[in-house]
């Protein structure tokens, strides 16, 4: 089969499982509220998806290798159709967080199959710019499938139809793909301990985010209505946030390769703190009052994960990026399980800025835990470090994708831009890239 229809069947599966999970993402905590729930019940059931999503990002590579892509993307879909399905029954705490803990493991692994699917299916020459449009595209579904919300109420059972009919949806593409089974995904990981050693920061950090931007997406919706908000203004804000990630990723990551990566991440953090704060202590206001701020906010939430993963990349041999990133995957998804529960919590407990005052607390302790590493270790020369690459926090298979991962790219890089070494008419021209001497 094509290459190029290869891809595009896979990331068309992609789009519909990330425009049912957003619509979803948005539509539970507004049910529950409705239902009268309190925060942290809500925090409870959010939590469920995340540890499911931790469950799978560990276990979904072994299941890929045994049975294959088709056969797990097949498995995954239909669980995943089934649990939506599963939400009609009862508004029920423990059904609905047991439904997201296996909706958690099934949307996982999808999200490996498909990652590692793409990456096998795409020459190591062009994975960077297959991820680009790869991650635009993620984006606008996932701030897409909110914006359904804003069409109808969210009472009956529709909503749940339409998610199971999405997710079912996404198999077609792949159902009607001709071909075998690509390579299976990595199940490297490096040890957390050996991470920490090499660069601690990506690894507190991963945590800090985890347990920052977990609770703005899957809170989001009850600190809406708490606020005064209609339920098509939770929605809307909802795709505020996607579309912030999309829009502020490439500066963030264009000053990341200009300047100490940390120094972007402080920045982006207190970004993140200081348009919190904004929110704390304004007065309610309307729909298009929040808008704008809550696309900042969700800017530099998104927009540091990969920005960090350019910093851990820094200090490892290429070979070594591939575990890097999924360990530093699972540090992030394990701050994403605590972090709806904490956020829930101060948020019953202080009112819906409570939301955005557990935010400030996590990056101050991100911007504090930087700064001391700062004093202890001078970032890598300019010359010396790989550029950066948006990586979404999807799966540990993403990193697959990551040009940086490929060191054998790095001469035909130099040849395009620079000089051939075999060349004996090239002279002693000076490339305009130089890969790293370390």
């Known amino acids: 089969m094509n290459p190029v229809y290869a891809v595009g069947a896979i990331i068309s599966g992609v789009l519909f499982l990330q425009g049912g999970m957003g619509l979803l993402t948005t539509l539970l905590p507004l049910r529950m509220r409705d239902a009268g729930f309190t925060s942290f019940e809500i925090g409870i059931m959010s939590a469920g ?50 439904a997201r803990l296996l909706s958690g493991v099934c949307f996982a692994g999808l999200l490996t ?14 994975r960077g710019r297959v991820m680009s449009v790869y991650m635009i595209l993620y984006k606008i579904a996932q701030a897409s499938g ?15 139809m ?34 920490y050693k090499t660069t601690p920061l990506a690894v507190v950090g991963s945590i800090c985010l985890g347990m920052a931007n977990s609770p703005i997406v899957a809170m989001m919706p009850v600190y809406a209505i708490d606020v005064g908000l209609e339920e098509a203004g939770a929605a809307i804000l909802g795709s505020a946030i996607q579309l912030g990630a999309l829009a502020l990723q490439w500066p ?17 953090m207190g970004g993140l703190a200081l348009f919190s704060a904004v929110l704390v202590v304004l007065p309610q206001m309307p729909v298009w009052g929040y808008v704008p701020i809550i696309f900042v906010i969700g800017g530099f939430a998104m927009s540091i994960y990969p920005v960090l993963l350019a910093h851990a990349g820094d200090f490892v041999e290429p070979k070594k990026m591939v575990p890097l990133c999924a360990t530093l995957m699972l540090a992030f998804a394990f701050g994403m399980t605590i972090g709806p529960i904490t956020a829930a919590a101060a948020m019953d407990w202080v009112g819906p800025n409570g939301l955005f005052l557990h935010s400030i607390l996590f990056c ?31 799966s540990t298979s993403i990193s697959q994708l990551d040009p940086r991962a490929h060191p054998e790219i790095d001469e035909s890089i130099e040849e395009a831009f620079g000089h051939d070494p075999d060349d004996p008419d090239a002279g002693d021209e000076i490339p305009h890239y130089q890969p790293s001497t370390k």
């Not at 909110?146 to 749940?160: D, E, K, Y």
């Not at 998610?163 to 957390?192: I, Y």
């Not at 700064?371 to 010359?383: E, G, Q, V, W």
């Open 162 to 195: 339409l998610v199971s009919a999405l997710f079912s949806l996404s198999l077609l593409p792949v159902a009607l793909r001709h071909g075998g089974n690509p390579t299976p995904p990595s199940k490297d990981r490096m040890h957390l301990w050996d991470v």
């Open 113 to 126: 199959v498909s990652d590692s699917w793409i990456s096998s299916e795409t020459d190591k020459s062009v």
């Open 252 to 268: 963030m990551g264009w000053a990341s390769d200009k300047r100490d990566r940390r120094q972007v991440m402080i920045f982006g």
């Open 146 to 160: 909110p914006l359904m919300l804003t069409f109808a109420t969210i009472s009956g059972n529709w909503h749940f």
């Open 49 to 98: 998806f995340s540890a499911g999503f931790l469950i799978g990002c560990v276990y979904a590579p072994h299941l890929i290798g045994r049975i294959g892509h088709i056969r797990a993307f097949s498995a995954f879909a239909t669980v995943l159709s089934a649990m939506t399905l599963a939400f009609a029954i009862n508004t029920d705490l423990f059904l609905w967080t047991g």
């Open 364 to 394: 101050v302790l991100f911007i504090l835990f930087a700064l001391y590493r700062m004093s202890r270790r001078k970032a890598p020369a300019t010359p010396d470090r790989r550029a950066y690459v948006n990586v979404p926090a999807s």
